[in-house]
């Protein structure tokens, strides 16, 4: 999937709110905010060719935060899998996000539908955005802070689990609630949503109805594969907060 190779990202040392444990190996921070009333487990993964970060994964209370720092170039991917339950050893599973029923992703990336934050640093310039070409469980917000340059906040937050169409809805269990939002891809696993076969390029895959529905309610996060270029925000120098749930 076209977006799938935008891969972008980030990590390296913890620090839950006052405590911070630091490695001292590039100047760029990245900091992780769980703005939802409930826990969220951030999962991370790099680029083809990049450190694996934290083992992939962790738990993130409530109200609580991390920063990172990553090393130059890095990039990858980050997203919030929520509704997990693990055991002493780390397997179990989550209603979204999952990456192969572990607590630690190693690699690995997070089961659709799942709302991505994507960033690539850069020594001249860093490139971010947050993709629901994916899908969407989580709203989620970049901000970046001490930069230079244009240096915009990307994100999706606007929880569109409420205004998920039918078709793509993901339920919970006890199907009482929406808990993620299908891309039209996943859902329905054609060409024409999907941007492939005839429909692989920018002039000939163009926005759906579903992937409107993504865009007018998040218009700063990319809502299919060739979604407008104006979606990637760059900035440079720059550290970086991303926020879960940031309608809350």
Known sequence: M????????IFVSFSLFVTHISVEVSATTITLYNKCTHPVWPGIQPGA?????????????????????FPAD?????????GCSFDASGRGRCATGDCGGSLFCNGLGGA????????TLGHEQDFYDVSLVDGYNL??????????????PAGCVSD?????PVGLQVRSHDKRRVVA????CFAFNSPRYCCTGKFGSPQSCKPTAYSRIFKAACPRA??????????IATCTGGNYLVTFCAHH
């Open 74 to 82: 890095w990039s990858g991917r980050i997203w919030g899998r929520h």
């Open 222 to 231: 990319y809502s299919y594969a060739y979604d407008d270029p104006t979606s």
């Open 181 to 184: 939002c299908k891309s039209a």
């Open 112 to 119: 659709p539908p799942a709302t991505l934050a994507e960033i």
């Open 139 to 152: 709203a989620i917000a970049i901000t970046p802070f001490k930069g230079s340059g244009k240096c915009s």
């Open 160 to 164: 569109l689990n409420v205004m998920c």
């Open 49 to 69: 060719g990049q450190p694996i970060v934290a083992r992939g994964g962790f738990k993130l209370l409530p109200s609580k935060s991390y920063s990172l720092k």
């Open 2 to 9: 076209e977006a799938m190779l935008r891969s972008l990202f």
